[in-house]
């Protein structure tokens, strides 16, 4: 599977700051990944599909302008929370799809962010 | 109704034991299917793909019945370091998708 990486592992911030988090696909070139939340107790839900050299897919719900998605090369997106507030306290995921397109696409996970707003 | 349901849990099982969990999905149009694992605090891990035909990988068994929209995982000779969240995960779409999960089942593996 993909080895993922992701900056930082945890962030306590206060209410009202960015906050930037880094995705990194180690050993394949990846032209999507994608970005997942998961609150306490509840299952991963899908925020937006980030395309290397184009405008991110956001999932309906989530707020473009507060969750600013840029892939600007094919081992790197990132995933700016804007003006944080403690309601956007949860665990941001990243993910790539398996490095040989196959009808399964497989996913595999960078090690996540646990964001932490006061 | 949900779009990927499991029962939670948290099962309670004796090492050695086989346990199944199952799971519905509701998007009739889904072609890839999944049994991620998450460890608490941790991100999810790949166990498997689900085959139209099932497949097996060691002590591990998925089948799906895309009739009845339903996918199952067996865990035969369960040791302790199996406890973890299962994951039911399904792509309902080809190409590049995002990934729909189901909230998980807890598993428990008692000495």
């Known amino acids: 599977g993909a080895v993922v990486s992701q900056h930082p592992s945890w962030v306590i911030c206060k209410s009202g700051t960015s906050v930037k988090i880094e995705c990194r696909s180690l050993?394949?070139?990846?032209?999507?990944m994608f970005w997942y939340r998961q609150f306490p107790k509840q299952s991963l839900m899908l925020m937006a599909t980030?395309?290397?050299?184009?405008?991110?897919?956001?999932e309906q719900g989530v707020e473009k302008d507060k969750f600013l998605i840029n892939h600007a090369s094919l081992t790197l997106s990132t995933l700016t929370v804007t003006s944080a507030h403690p309601e956007d306290s949860s665990f941001y995921i990243c993910?790539?799809?398996?490095?040989?397109?196959?009808?399964?696409?497989?996913?595999?996970f960078g090690p996540g962010t646990r964001l932490t707003v006061l | 109704r949900k779009e990927v349901e499991q029962d939670p849990g948290p099962f309670n099982v004796p090492e050695g034991a086989t346990v199944a969990f199952n799971c519905t999905y509701s998007?009739?149009?889904?072609?890839?299917f999944f049994w991620y694992r998450q460890d608490c605090r941790k991100e999810p891990k790949l166990l498997m793909s689900?085959?139209?035909s099932g497949n097996e990988d060691g002590r591990f068994t998925a089948q799906l019945n895309r009739a009845s929209q339903y996918i199952s995982l067996l865990i035969r000779d369960s040791k302790l370091s199996d406890s973890a969240t299962y994951l039911c995960?399904?792509?309902?779409?080809?190409?590049?998708?995002?990934?729909?999960f189901g909230k998980g089942t807890h598993l428990i593996i008692q000495p």
């Open positions: 689900v085959y139209s």
């Open positions: 993910s790539v799809q398996a490095a040989v397109p196959s009808s399964y696409n497989e996913q595999f």
């Open positions: 995960v399904v792509n309902s779409g080809g190409g590049a998708d995002g990934l729909t």
């Open positions: 050993d394949f070139q990846a032209t999507t």
């Open positions: 998007n009739s149009a889904s072609q890839s």
């Open positions: 980030s395309n290397e050299g184009s405008k991110a897919t956001y």
